[in-house]
């Protein structure tokens, strides 16, 4: 009964889950000062301060790291800079992206790597240990020997003569450049990974897994402690006057310190760790770098005022050049990257609490209106960055359609849903209300002149006011809301769009002519006169635009993908307008903002908005787009710089590929001379492996039985002794020992059959092995249960109990052994993973996860670790316990067959849960499925040697992907295939398929030769 009673247990587990919100107070940007404007009916404006979020133009990457890159550097003359790799060296580039030398030497991962400060020596800080220093020409001159453990950083003094170093081994090491060890400092408590000298060199400031950084004299002293941070801290630098420190820490946030130790500024605003913070050379600014793929920089008040927002994988650091004009990233993308602090891709404007419906420029292009459903509308000066916020006190109005500049400038005039228009000056003086409509207004413009205003409303009708607020004309011809009317640039003409049809009127309200879009799916949200009147563009619904001429002929029809999102239903159109020059044309739909020529080219493309666009309109120059979002932000976008970026082109990388993984039901049955299956009715195969030397198979059943069989199909021995299902079988390294394990107890035994030793926890209470495995040796066992008291065991080859791993608060879900055996990795429903020696002794602790880790593994080289959890993501660690790349969106829960593997080069990963199976880099990017497949991918299985993938979609229709050639063959076996897997060899596949006959779920395994699987004809 213990079986079902640990499914019970789980079965509460999964019903009592608590999902904690975390919602974005964005308040504290904003301070409620003075007022501005009040008129008797108390209508009301106040100055706010303003959010306003550049996000900076990339320049170029660097590329050659087969990794992650640790660290980038610029040269004190910025003319070079030094990268450092987990593929064990550090590299030199010119600042063009030209790799000039590689400096190899190491014998692990480069954490560190940095110039001297007259640029003529390096020196690097790796985990194999040691530091080194190294001459331009690419020679080691001295090697720093000394730290028991990682070297995580390595920095020259001022003056050039000095190194400070920092290790896992919970010291500081001071040394001269020939490697002579002057002094060590001891204090804290934990890995050290950031030691930086001050500006004057006769201070460090050091940043610790303590949650501490500390100011140490040159003969060791403490000078300061800065507590406060709440988790490791990563990094720790001086200010360029040497009175401030700044520190990044994995709490996801940094701070500002002075030298008692005082915080004076917080930085938040990542969503996860932040890896290092260093000021700019003025002191002004701060460039943080973190986890969530970002970096970001600050003012020195600890205000956000940019993001650098373009690697696919969290970002390790961020530097400024020594003019401040460039900043350089590293990242486990894989690529270094610099950025121009003068150039904006696109700035957010922040500060609306709810949807924002419009945005629209000022004539001199320097201010924005925009109105959104938290009952503001806001004037926001891009140039002073100040924000004007126009809110009525009394009736909480909606601001449910646009609001526009006067084209003099001197004025604004603003749509809402109670019926009534309102003028204002650019103060937010409320000056007159237009009153009149019998329903909602959902558009307001002014002519040319600005003397008039035309208004478009869902009572069915248009109107025509003087400023005064008197009503002139009344456009009455729709058989439907009005949604758009705006004036042709000569003033002597009216648009306006309801239904399917869009009307022309001259300014007394005569009907010129009709343009009416044919199809019911058709419903006009604007319609536009180009600058020249020349052309008219009408945007419907469906999501379509429609440009025609003077004439009433259709030019052009742009037609958009109907997609849908977890975001929204469907893809709506909102607008389409002109640029000054007549000669584009942008779009707003659901999922981007769009550039197209007038003859529907598609010319530039604006994503980003976390939610749907609702509207997008040129700049008066026509050089900037601003766009509004449902996500309650406006974006000002760089249309040149935009243009600039689609001339450039980028290599083809293997996550790029396009994989023809779909595959017929009508392919001819495959011809195999040798696929045997091996065949048990009464059993269900639960897993399969093979020996080391690709000679045995050992398949596992539910019923507790494992068989060793040979490679043409004969059952060679049974092993018997499981009560349960087994879910574990692994070889050691020789081949020579299995272990297998089920929920009751873990057996090894040799290749013929013996049993060795029978694990077995003796306790009393109710327990199952939840995950067990053999170290490469043969001679150590762990085990890891489900279990609060307990929950991880230590077990020499005969059974002996050695040590309890002791520090785990829950049931333990998975136990590995590192490649080498000389580590253990556990995962536990604490939350956690940790890492382990096989003396019991814990060496980190992996938490970041916010609910049950359900596996954890090493990659095949041993420098990562790989978790998957129900907190919906998966997880890369390097083996000190930072974290490297985070995976959202992976589902895990319940009682599912969820793991993370690495593939045999540690380069990639497959994520399995529930049936759904992903293909990533280990920077996290998503190799396999592609956004665009259509299918649901059930498992994935990549060839020793990288070349090959076995792809399953749709619980059976399995095809080997030749990802050199790209050809695709058919793997038609018996059954729906379930799980897939690659002899160690790479010639041989093996494949368990659930039995289509059977009405007990059996199953069957076959065997394929991946030669003659790629070479027979279909």
Not at 317 to 336: C, E, M, Y
Not at 576 to 586: E, G, N, R, T, W
Request: aromatic share 8%; hydrophobic share 35%; proline share 3%.
């Amino acid at each position: 009964m213990r079986y079902y009673r640990v499914i019970l247990i789980a079965f509460i587990s999964f019903l009592v889950v608590i999902s904690p919100t975390f919602p974005q107070n964005l308040s504290i940007l904003f301070s409620r000062t003075q007022v501005l404007a009040q008129t008797p009916n108390q209508k009301t404006s106040t100055a706010e301060s303003g959010s306003f979020i550049d996000y900076f133009a990339e320049e170029r990457q660097f590329k050659g790291h087969e990794g992650s890159v640790n660290s980038a550097n610029f040269s004190s003359d910025g003319q070079r800079i030094v990268t450092a790799g987990s593929d064990a060296t550090a590299r030199i580039w010119d600042f063009s992206g030209k790799e000039l030398l590689v400096l190899q030497g190491h014998q692990g991962t480069v954490r560190s790597a940095n110039f001297s400060p007259d640029g003529q020596l390096i020196v690097t800080a790796s985990f194999d240990g040691t530091a080194r220093v190294w001459n331009n020409s690419g020679q080691q001159l001295a090697e720093l020997k000394g730290h028991q453990g990682n070297v995580y950083s390595a920095n020259f003094s001022p003056d050039g003569k000095r190194i400070v170093t920092a290790g896992a081994d919970k010291t500081v090491r001071l040394w001269d450049v020939s490697g002579k060890q002057l002094a060590e400092f001891k204090g804290h408590e934990g890995s050290i990974y950031s030691a930086n000298f001050s500006p004057d060199g006769q201070r460090i400031v050091t940043a610790a897994a303590d949650k501490t950084a500390r100011i140490w004299d040159l003969s060791g002293k403490i000078l300061a402690q800065l507590p406060g941070h709440t988790d490791t801290v990563w990094s720790a630098n001086f200010s360029p006057d040497g009175k401030r420190i700044v520190t990044a820490s994995d709490d996801k946030t940094a701070r500002v310190w002075d030298l008692s130790g005082k915080v004076l500024a917080e930085l938040k605003g990542h969503s996860d760790s932040v890896y290092s913070a260093s000021f700019s050379p003025d002191g002004q600014r701060i460039v943080t770098a973190s986890v969530d793929f970002t970096s970001c920089l600050w003012d020195s008040s600890g205000k956000l005022v940019g993001k650098l927002q373009q690697h696919t994988a969290g970002v390790n650091s961020a530097r400024f050049s020594a003019d401040g004009k460039w900043i350089l990233t590293a990242s486990n993308d894989g690529t270094a990257r610099v950025w121009n602090t003068t150039r904006k891709v696109f700035t957010e404007l922040l500060g609306h609490r709810d949807e924002v419906y419009s945005a629209r420029f000022s004539p001199d292009g320097k201010r924005i209106i925009t109105t959104s459903k938290d009952e503001t509308l806001r004037i926001w000066d891009t140039e002073r960055q100040q924000i004007t916020k126009l809110q009525e006190s009394s009736n909480n109005t909606v601001w449910s359609g646009n609001a526009n500049f006067s084209p003099d400038g001197k004025l604004i005039v603003s749509a809402s849903s109670d019926k009534t228009a309102r003028i204002w000056d650019t103060n937010g003086k409320l000056l007159t209300e237009l009153k009149g409509h019998s329903s909602a207004i959902n558009s307001v413009s002014f002519s040319p002149d600005s003397k008039l205003i035309v208004t478009a409303s869902s009572d069915k009708t248009a109107r025509i006011w003087d400023t005064k607020g008197k009503l002139l004309t009344e456009l009455k011809e729709h058989q439907g809301a009005v949604e758009s009317a705006n004036f042709s640039s000569d003033g002597k003409q009216i648009i306006t769009g309801a239904d399917n049809i869009a009307r022309i009127w001259d300014i007394s309200g005569k009907l010129i002519a009709k343009l009416e879009l044919k199809g019911a799916e058709h419903s006009i949200v604007s319609a536009n006169f180009s600058r020249d009147r020349q052309l008219i563009a009408i945007a419907s619904h469906d999501p379509s635009t429609w440009i025609w001429d003077a004439s009433g002929r259709v030019l052009t029809k742009i037609t958009f993908p109907n997609t849908t999102t977890e975001k929204y239903s469907e893809n709506r159109m909102y607008g389409a307008d002109f640029s000054p020059d007549s000669k584009l044309i942008v779009t707003a739909t659901s999922d981007a903002a769009r550039v197209w020529n007038i003859s529907g080219k598609l010319i530039a493309e604006f994503k980003g908005h976390q939610h749907e666009v609702t509207s997008a309109s040129f700049s008066p120059d026509g050089k900037l787009i601003v766009s509004s979002s449902r996500d309650g932000t406006v974006r000002l976008w760089n249309l040149s710089h935009k243009l600039a970026a689609q001339v450039s082109s980028s290599k083809t990388s293997f996550s790029q590929i396009k994989l023809p993984i779909t595959v017929s039901i009508d392919h001819q049955q495959l011809k195999q001379t040798n696929k045997p299956q091996y065949r048990d009715e009464d059993k269900q195969i639960t897993t399969v492996i093979f020996s080391p030397d690709d000679k045995l198979i050992v398949t596992g059943s539910k019923n507790g039985t494992a068989q060793i069989w040979n490679t043409t199909g004969k059952l060679l021995t049974e092993l018997k002794g499981h009560e349960y299902q087994i879910h574990t079988i692994n070889f050691s390294s020789d081949g020579q020992v299995i272990l297998t394990a089920s929920w009751d107890r873990v057996l090894v035994w040799n290749t013929s059959g013996k049993l060795l030793a029978n694990i077995e926890l003796k306790v009393d209470w109710d327990t199952s092995v939840a995950s067990a495995s053999l170290s490469p040796n043969g001679k150590l066992i762990v085990t890891g249960y489900s279990s609060f008291k307990g929950n991880a065991f230590l077990w020499d080859s005969s059974g002996k109990q050695l040590v309890e791993l002791k520090g785990h608060q829950n049931f333990v879900n998975s136990v590995s052994f590192s490649p080498d055996g000389k580590l253990i990795v556990t995962a536990s429903d604490d939350d956690t993973a940790r890492i382990w020696n096989t003396s019991g002794q814990q060496l980190a602790e992996l938490k970041g996860h916010s609910s049950k880790v359900k596996k954890a593994s090493f990659s095949p080289d041993g420098k990562l670790i790989a978790t998957i959890s129900d907190d919906k993501t998966a997880r890369i660690w390097d083996i000190s316990g930072k974290q490297i790349a985070k995976i959202p969106d992976v589902f895990c829960c319940g009682f599912s067959d969820n793991y993370v593997s690495f593939t045999n080069d540690s380069k990639y990963i497959v994520i399995q849960s529930n049936t759904l199976a992903q293909l990533r880099h280990i920077s996290g990017e998503l190799v396999l499925p592609k956004k665009d497949f259509n299918k649901i991918v059930n498992n994935i299985t990549m060839s020793p040697d990288g070349k090959l993938l076995i792809v399953t979609v749709d619980f059976g229709s399995t095809t080997i992907l030749d990802l050199n050639t790209e050809k695709v063959t058919p793997l038609e076996a018996k059954g729906n295939i379930t799980s897939t897997i690659f002899s160690h060899n790479g010639k041989l596949i093996a494949t368990i398929s659930e039995n289509p006959t059977s009405s007990n779920n059996k199953s069957i395994l076959q065997l394929w030769e991946v030669d003659k699987l790629l070479t027979q004809p279909k």
